[in-house]
């Protein structure tokens, strides 16, 4: 079965450190896609990123970054230079061929990780 | 623009009290979902769609029902709402299989419908 642990609850930094949020998952297909969500207080879910299997680069998009190693099932994300707005629930999700095929791209989350940046 | 529409945002309603939470999508999309959100769980699937006429049970589908009739439109039925119902409920849409769906397309989500049933 999917699995996708995202092992830090809540995390606490002061603006301008860098943070960075980790990302487990679990899947026997090879075909699959690791995205990242931010969740602000307002509520709505805004997509980060989207990463398939076979593209292993590390990406980089302004302050955020992403670290993608098939060897370890991470999918880590990296905030340089924290700021205030940055505050947010982040969820790591996984889907592959078996639930894009079957159920609809259903999406397996992370249970979330809670940043708090404090100025 | 490209969106998925949840109506309503908020609602605090009663226990027993049927409701409908409606959802559109002008993307042409085949897959739709439904999924609720709860403190420590992230999000889970309550049922999905992936075509007209064409709906599933999810990881949690017990006192909810959707239909399907027609593309665009996805509404979520709570027959009988109980308290342990209230939660923040997401809509979502993806273009389905095939070449569209690794194009690269995140699935897009409604902005949320928080419900409180007392």
């Known amino acids: 079965a999917q699995k996708v642990t995202q092992a830090q609850t809540e995390i606490s930094v002061v603006e301008k450190e860098d943070v960075t949020l980790d990302c487990v998952y679990e899947t026997r297909d090879t075909t699959y896609y690791l995205f990242w969500y931010k969740q602000p207080p307002s509520g709505e879910l805004v997509f980060l990123i989207r990463r398939n299997s076979f593209d292993e680069q590390n990406e980089i998009s302004g302050r955020y970054s992403w670290n993608f190693q098939k060897s370890t099932s991470s999918f880590n994300f990296t905030i340089t230079a924290s700021q205030v707005v940055d505050s947010a629930v982040y969820f790591c999700a996984l889907s592959d061929r078996h639930l894009i095929y079957n159920q609809g791209g259903k999406l397996i989350f992370g249970q979330g990780t809670e940043l708090s940046v404090k100025p | 623009e490209a969106q998925v529409t949840q109506n309503p945002r908020y609602l605090i309603t009663v226990t027993g009290k049927k409701l409908t939470v409606t959802c559109s999508q002008n993307m042409n999309h085949e897959y739709m979902s439904w999924y609720r959100q709860d403190p420590g769980l992230g999000l889970r699937q309550i049922y999905y769609?992936?075509?007209?006429?064409?709906?599933d049970k999810g990881d949690v589908p017990e006192g909810y029902k959707v239909s399907r009739k027609e593309k665009r439109n996805f509404p979520l039925i709570l027959e009988s709402p109980s308290p342990n119902q209230t939660s923040l409920y997401f809509c979502a849409s993806s273009p389905g299989q095939g070449d569209t769906y690794v194009s690269n397309q995140p699935q897009h989500f409604g902005d949320g419908t928080r419900l409180s049933i007392l």
């Open positions: 769609s992936m075509n007209v006429e064409v709906t």
